[in-house]
């Protein structure tokens, strides 16, 4: 017989990201951010490679990037719209969590898989933070796939890409619910 939990299968049920741009100060410190750090990092991972990696990003860390996302958006020819749209997601910010995936060499672990791991750290960050009371966001956007963006503002290597930044912070607005998937849509049973 299975011992369930209910008071995390019904915060599974209502977790809801908060929009990044609802949140605000306080933000949680470092001794606040270990425990949420560690939960995000107990993730599924093959192989145990652990192809990821965090960069908690601060106050001038934040508007350096606010800034480089400008030059690389001009240089890019991207839209006004485009460059203030990702400009205002660090410019805004308080405290972020950049999760960087690392490509490793092995026979046993495809790249994929370690992507997907990746993936789950970032859902797990999130998850960690909701958990804790925080607000939190997941966000990525042109500039997180851009490399002139992440090698020169972040110092990623050639086998390094974010898989997206988590902004935390407190929740200013509790955003209205949204329509959630139809699960007799998505699920099929297959019995033999």
Same mark, same amino acid.
């Given at each position: 017989?299975?011992?369930?939990?209910?008071?995390?299968?019904?915060?599974?049920?209502?977790?809801?990201?908060?929009?990044?741009?609802?949140?605000?100060?306080?933000?949680?410190?470092?001794?606040? +951010?270990?425990?949420?750090?560690?939960?995000?990092?107990?993730?599924?991972?093959?192989?145990?490679?652990?192809?990821?990696?965090?960069?908690?990003?601060?106050?001038?860390?934040?508007?350096r990037l606010?800034?480089?996302?400008?030059?690389?958006?001009?240089?890019?020819?991207?839209?006004?719209?485009?460059?203030?749209?990702?400009?205002?997601?660090?410019?805004?910010?308080?405290?972020?969590?950049a999760v960087?995936?690392?490509?490793?060499?092995?026979?046993?672990?495809?790249?994929?898989?370690?992507?997907?791991?990746?993936?789950?750290?970032?859902?797990?960050?999130?998850?960690?933070? +909701?958990?804790?009371?925080?607000?939190?966001?997941?966000?990525?956007?042109?500039?997180?796939?851009?490399?002139?963006?992440?090698?020169?503002?972040?110092?990623?290597?050639?086998?390094?890409?974010?898989?997206?930044?988590?902004?935390?912070?407190?929740?200013?607005?509790?955003?209205?619910?949204?329509?959630?998937?139809?699960?007799?849509?998505?699920?099929?049973?297959?019995?033999?």
């Open positions: 017989m299975p011992d369930p939990n209910p008071a995390a299968l019904e915060f599974l049920h209502s977790r809801r990201s908060r929009p990044a741009k609802t949140l605000g100060l306080p933000i949680p410190n470092q001794e606040e +951010l270990i425990p949420i750090l560690s939960a995000g990092a107990r993730t599924p991972d093959h192989g145990k490679l652990e192809p990821w990696r965090f960069i908690v990003l601060e106050d001038a860390a934040l508007r606010s800034n480089l996302v400008v030059s690389r958006g001009s240089t890019l020819e991207k839209s006004e719209s485009d460059i203030e749209k990702a400009r205002l997601q660090f410019a805004n910010a308080d405290l972020a969590v960087v995936e690392i490509q490793k060499t092995s026979e046993k672990v495809p790249g994929i898989e370690q992507t997907y791991s990746a993936g789950a750290v970032c859902l797990s960050l999130l998850n960690a933070a +909701l958990a804790s009371g925080w607000g939190a966001n997941w966000l990525s956007g042109w500039a997180s796939h851009d490399r002139g963006f992440v090698e020169v503002g972040l110092g990623l290597k050639e086998n390094e890409r974010v898989a997206g930044f988590i902004h935390l912070g407190t929740e200013t607005s509790i955003p209205p619910e949204r329509p959630r998937p139809n699960l007799d849509e998505i699920t099929s049973w297959m019995s033999a």
